[in-house]
Each structure stands twice: as structure tokens, then as C-alpha cells.
């Protein structure tokens, strides 16, 4: 596990020396699938790099709607994860695996170490902050300007990929949107009445991808 940050490219160039032995200190973490890395309200107190596999990072309103705010895979850090070393608050959010996930911990004071004397890892955090917040703002005006059901038909083909069949509970699109089961489930039988979609039991079935694309960009 020395050479963990060969698997982030920019953390490669560190020379050798004080500062790649602090990245050395690092500590491997492995979770399996369905685990939860952090949860609303935990404190923070390491900096966590994924190596394989795939976290999912959701918020959950006081009224216990859910979003997706961003997934973070190979090669990424969290940045709720920096946003609460930095400020020294709790996390906001959870964070679940979606998969088995093998990742490495540095601790809170070694972050700390290497923001301060190195600016290659200060290049790579802010890094990851400024690209991964650009997607939060994107996703917040989705959200707030875009109709629900342009929204549906977006994640529907992107979820249905190459294949017409897409395996995925009500819940759990809900979870994907921000929206309410409900209005999810409305919003399909709406679909499925026009031909474009067909529900079975934790499955969809699109019918009439061209259908789902027209309505996808018609507010774009």
C-alpha cells in the first residue's frame, strides 16, 4: 500500500522525501457494498481517497426526502469530506458504498501537514473542490429550474445505457431526483400511458427511447 498515489496522478510527482513519507502514513480502509462510509452529524477526522470502487454521497431533508448530491469513484477524494476538515464541522450528509470500495484514510493532522507545506496536495485538493463543487451548483439549478419529468427522461436514458431495461425501485429514482415517490410513480404512469416506458416489478422497460430524448432536451 506505499504506493497508493499512483493512483492519482498528480500525487505521483511528489518527490520523495518529507511529504510522500506523510502520504506513506496513510491508512487502508475497505468497506463492503451497502455499507455506510459517514452519516449526518458524524465528526470528521480523516481525508478519504478512493482506489476502487464506488461511494454514494446523499442528503436528507428534515421532512426525509433524499437526493443524490455525487458519487465518488477511483481516484477521488470526498468534498464534504474537505469542506469539514477545513471548517472542523460534522458531515451534513451520509455516504454509502455502492459496491465493495477499497480506499486509503489520512488523518486529520497529517491533511493538515500536507495542505500547509505542500503545494502539489494543496493543487490536488483544491482540485477535486472546485470541479466536484461546479457539479453540486449544476445540480442545484437541474433542481430548481428544470421540470421533473425532463429531469426523469434524462436519468432514465442514462440509466438504461445500451440496454432497454433498467433495474431500479420507485425509491430509489426518487433518491436520484430530490423528488417524493409519489410524485415519481405519477410521473412513470404518466410515461407508460404514452407508450414510452413500461413498469413491472423493480423494473422499467423504455420502449420509445426517441420519445424520452425529445422530452429530454426540449429545455435545453
Known sequence: MHNWFQNFPLLARLDDGPEKNLLITARPITWGSGEIVFHAGAPCHQYLLVLEGQIRVQQTSATGREIVL?????????????????????YPA????????????????????????????????FNA???????????????????????????????????PFIHITHQALATELGSAREVISRALKEFEIRGWIQRSSGQIQIIHPQALRQLAHSEC
Open 94 to 125: 451520509m455516504g454509502i458504498t455502492e459496491s465493495a470500495v477499497r480506499a486509503v484514510s489520512l488523518s486529520q493532522s497529517v491533511f493538515e501537514r500536507l495542505v500547509a507545506q505542500s503545494g502539489i496536495f494543496r493543487e490536488f485538493v
Open 70 to 90: 455525487y458519487r465518488i469513484g477511483p481516484g477521488e477524494s470526498c468534498i464534504l469530506t474537505t469542506a469539514c476538515l477545513f471548517s472542523h464541522r460534522p
Open 129 to 163: 473542490y472546485g470541479n466536484r463543487l461546479t457539479d453540486l451548483l449544476a445540480l442545484v439549478e437541474e433542481v430548481v429550474f428544470t421540470r421533473l419529468d425532463v429531469r426523469l427522461a434524462k436519468k432514465l436514458l442514462e440509466l438504461g445505457g445500451a440496454t
